[in-house]
């Protein structure tokens, strides 16, 4: 009978964030908790055996952490810590496994994957059956509410409108209204420009940027194709059938052309709102950088922040943009955190958002045509009635 849940915290702000939601609710139904401080670990080291009850404790953890060797939980020789108590550890995955294949090695006996999309979950059925899969489970959100019970919500709002005075508007009319609910357009994430990708499109040699090139071409052709069908298929074409070990490792070494193809798509869908006249407000690091932007007054500029304050953010937008990380059969927690936030979602399309929200409960766009997405945007914004029933 399980009674006790290991979680990590110190490691990524965005997953301790989760983990923390998931613990209160796990508490709710009567299991007991503990945090593993990946920042204190020699602290947390000797409290977590202290927890630990064999037979009654798992651990459940985001991409890998306490699964990575980490000092506190692994010693040269013995193996790790959740061996030795025979402890299941329930990995949620929250990109696609061909981003861990250096990392789906030797790990503990109970190694227990969950996926956030389902053909993200096929794949791993597919290409690593040494492993148990436990199936599929999209990425959720919290609203308001929840962070108001932890006290957080206040302190969220008030950092976020002092991060939009201190990045965006200027003097005491801008001020008073950033503090007035100003968000009409947010997209909640980092940029990284396309420039950046280059020296690994080209890290071999000519034929190979050309091998990649064509990947990168055929994808945003077909943006409804995954980039495993995609490049397996030109995998095949080029190099004939391969055993599953060597694709996998291909893939991998192919990661940089899933970073291009979604920040080609993040860019494009706010650069296109920007240069039609819509200001956007973009949370996150590398927006400065965003290339050909005719209107950089559009362009509201704030920092990467904790996800407090971006939902204190949420909370204030009339729109929540989301661009999806190439998710074709599951969610981002953007969509979810948008709609449980009052705010409209405006999203590209995944099988499961379609099962999920329907036709009405989010706005979808085609990122092949843009022009329409800027006259959803102007739609929304001059229908406040119909905003407000769709969020």
Known sequence: MIKRIVMMEGGVETLSYFSHQMAQEFQMLGYAVFFYDLKQEESSAGKLRKFIRPRETVLVTFN???????????????????????????????????????????????????????????????????????????LAGTGLRQAEEEGEAEQGKARAQGAAVETGETGAQGAAEQAASCYDVILTGNYTKLSFFEPYINWINEEYAAFYRGIIDDLLEHPACTVEEVALAHCEREMGKEPNDQLRIALHKMIFIDLYVRNYWRGKAVRTLVNAGIPVHVVGKGWEELEDVRHPECLKLHPQTDSVTCLGMLADAKVSLNVMPWFKDGSHERIAMGSMNGAVCVTDASKYVHEIWGETGVVYYDWRKPDELVKKLRKLSENKIEAERIA
């Open 64 to 138: 890998f952490q306490g699964l990575e060797k980490e000092a506190g939980v692994y010693r040269e020789g013995i193996g790790y810590l959740w061996d030795t108590y025979h402890i299941p550890c329930y990995n949620i995955a929250a990109d696609h496994p061909y981003f861990y294949d250096d990392r789906l090695k030797d790990l503990p006996e109970k190694y227990r994957h969950i996926s956030i999309d389902r053909r993200q979950k096929a794949y791993f059925e597919e290409f690593y059956p040494e492993y148990v899969s436990r199936g599929f489970l999209p």
